[in-house]
């Protein structure tokens, strides 16, 4: 059996780049048409132009204004004329020892992470429970689960996303919504590159895979849980980390 989701219209928020534009990709390759969003509308473009066919279009928004984000859904929701399937995968980090952490920078990582995947859940889901069909998956992290230091902000905002996720799950269920999430572990991104090759070298030795996830691994996680493979799954937690948060 195959998966094919050529009827059907997905959202992608931070789908111009790293893990994001995996699964924009994987999306449109099942056939979906994608709507790719990032705050940088050209890049959201040019990411939607790479997925090929004319599948994608791209939208400037930023997840944690509201204002763009009610734009946004219908602009979306006018030119494909619905949503099906929504990705809440936009996402940034502010690393810092707890007492180094600004207000500014916890606000940035809890806005983003968090409050983003709350409004555009909030708007995007709407047609789907008028429709009887939708599936919601929320990009977390391993770290939302384990904890770890110098990522306070970062992983209360993905332990929050979790928490979110199951809710959302139990209010949407009667009406067909499935909602989940998928926790990846260390994805070689521009957000991992950050990192200092020494600290990337101890990680990778704490993978029981012994490599770096790439965008596709958590990609083929999303099409999965977007399918109709997955129709008696909701709520749930798919970590896809090699390993390493057992
Ligand atoms: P990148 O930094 O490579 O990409 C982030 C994407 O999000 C970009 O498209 C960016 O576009 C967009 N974005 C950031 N802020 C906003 C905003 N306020 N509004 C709209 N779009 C925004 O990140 P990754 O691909 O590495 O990460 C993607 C998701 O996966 C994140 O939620 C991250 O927390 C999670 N994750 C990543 C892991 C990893 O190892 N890489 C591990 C576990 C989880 P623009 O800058 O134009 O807005």
Same mark, same amino acid.
């Given at each position: 059996?195959?998966?094919?989701?050529?009827?059907? $219209?997905?959202?992608?928020?931070?789908?111009?780049?790293?893990?994001?534009?995996?699964?924009?990709?994987?999306?449109?390759?099942?056939?979906?048409?994608?709507?790719?969003?990032?705050?940088?509308?050209?890049?959201?473009?040019?990411?939607?132009?790479?997925?090929?066919?004319?599948?994608?279009?791209?939208?400037?928004?930023?997840?944690?204004? +509201?204002?763009? $984000?009610?734009?946004?859904?219908?602009?979306?929701?006018?030119?494909?004329?619905?949503?099906?399937?929504?990705?809440?995968?936009?996402?940034? !980090?502010?690393?810092?020892?707890?007492?180094?952490?600004?207000?500014?920078?916890?606000? !940035? +990582?809890?806005?983003?992470?968090?409050?983003?995947?709350?409004?555009?859940?909030?708007?995007?889901?709407?047609?789907?429970?008028?429709?009887?069909?939708?599936?919601?998956?929320?990009?977390?992290?391993? +770290?939302?689960?384990?904890?770890?230091?110098?990522? !306070?902000?970062?992983?209360?905002?993905?332990?929050?996303?979790?928490?979110?996720?199951?809710?959302?799950?139990?209010?949407?269920?009667?009406?067909?919504?499935?909602?989940?999430?998928?926790?990846?572990?260390?994805?070689?991104?521009?957000?991992?590159?950050?990192?200092?090759?020494?600290?990337?070298?101890?990680?990778?030795?704490?993978?029981?895979?012994?490599?770096?996830?790439?965008?596709?691994?958590?990609?083929?996680?999303?099409?999965?849980?977007?399918?109709?493979?997955?129709?008696?799954? !909701?709520?749930?937690?798919?970590?896809?980390?090699?390993?390493?948060?057992?």
């Amino acid at each position: 059996m195959k998966i094919d989701l050529s009827d059907k $219209v997905a959202l992608v928020t931070g789908g111009s780049r790293g893990i994001g534009f995996s699964i924009a990709q994987a999306l449109a390759g099942a056939g979906a048409n994608v709507a790719v969003l990032g705050r940088d509308g050209a890049k959201a473009a040019e990411a939607a132009q790479a997925l090929g066919n004319g599948r994608g279009r791209g939208y400037g928004c930023d997840v944690t204004q +509201v204002a763009q $984000v009610e734009r946004v859904v219908a602009a979306v929701e006018q030119e494909f004329d619905r949503i099906d399937v929504l990705v809440n995968n936009a996402g940034t !980090t502010r690393d810092n020892l707890l007492f180094r952490i600004s207000e500014a920078d916890w606000n !940035t +990582v809890l806005d983003t992470n968090l409050k983003g995947a709350f409004l555009v859940t909030k708007h995007a889901a709407r047609g789907m429970i008028k429709r009887r069909w939708g599936r919601i998956i929320n990009i977390a992290s391993v +770290v939302g689960i384990s904890g770890n230091k110098g990522q !306070t902000n970062y992983t209360a905002s993905k332990a929050g996303l979790i928490g979110f996720t199951k809710s959302v799950s139990k209010e949407l269920a009667s009406r067909n919504v499935l909602v989940n999430a998928v926790a990846p572990g260390f994805i070689d991104t521009e957000l991992t590159r950050r990192i200092s090759p020494e600290a990337r070298d101890a990680l990778i030795k704490a993978i029981p895979l012994g490599r770096l996830g790439q965008g596709q691994d958590v990609a083929a996680a999303v099409l999965f849980l977007a399918s109709d493979f997955a129709s008696y799954i !909701t709520g749930q937690l798919l970590v896809v980390d090699g390993g390493m948060v057992l």
